[in-house]
C-alpha cells in the first residue's frame, strides 16, 4: 500500500458516516477515528499504532558501543521544527535522554522522536525532508 492510497483513505472516510476504521496490510496497522473539533466540524485523525507498541519494535540497535536510532515508522524527516529554527541535534552534540533528535511527519502529523539515552551525536544518516521508512538507521549515537 502506498502513502496515496492512504491519503485518499483517509479523504473518502472523512466524507462518510464511519467512525473508525482499522486496517491491517503486511507490516501495516492502521487506524483512522473520526473526532468533533471545537466548530463541531469531523475531521479525521490517524491514531499512529506504532507509538502504542514501539516496546515491542526494536527501535534502537547497538553496534560498536554505538547506539543506532531507527525510524518507527513511513514519513519525512526534518531537522527542525521550521525552516528558520536551528537544528534539533547536529555532528558532535550533547544529547539527554528524552531530547528531540527530529521531527518525522507521517499522514500530516507531527511526530517528535526522541533519544533513548545520553550520548553524542556521532552520525546524521538522514537528509533534511528526505522520505526515511521504517526500521531505516537516522542516528548513530555514542552512548556516554
Do not use: H, W
Not at 17 to 22: L, Y
Not at 34 to 60: A, D, F, H, R, T
Not at 74 to 94: I, L, N, R
Amino acid at each position: 500500500m502506498e502513502f496515496n492510497d492512504i491519503e485518499k483513505l483517509i479523504e473518502k472516510i472523512a466524507k462518510t458516516n464511519i467512525s473508525c476504521v482499522e486496517l491491517e496490510y503486511e507490516n501495516l496497522k492502521l487506524k483512522v477515528e473520526k473526532q468533533l473539533s471545537n466548530s463541531g466540524e469531523v475531521k479525521p485523525v490517524l491514531v499512529n499504532e506504532y507509538q502504542q507498541v514501539q516496546n515491542s519494535i526494536e527501535e534502537i540497535e547497538v553496534e560498536d558501543n554505538n547506539l543506532k536510532v531507527k525510524s518507527p515508522m513511513v514519513g519525512t524527516f526534518y531537522k527542525s521544527a521550521s525552516e528558520d529554527s536551528a537544528p534539533f541535534v547536529s555532528v558532535g552534540d550533547k544529547v539527554k535522554k528524552g531530547d528531540t533528535l527530529c521531527i518525522l511527519e507521517a499522514m500530516k502529523l507531527m511526530n517528535e522522536i526522541e533519544s533513548e539515552c545520553d550520548g553524542e551525536i556521532i552520525e546524521i544518516l538522514a537528509r533534511n525532508e528526505q522520505m526515511v521508512e521504517f526500521g531505516q538507521v537516522m542516528f548513530k549515537i555514542k552512548e556516554c
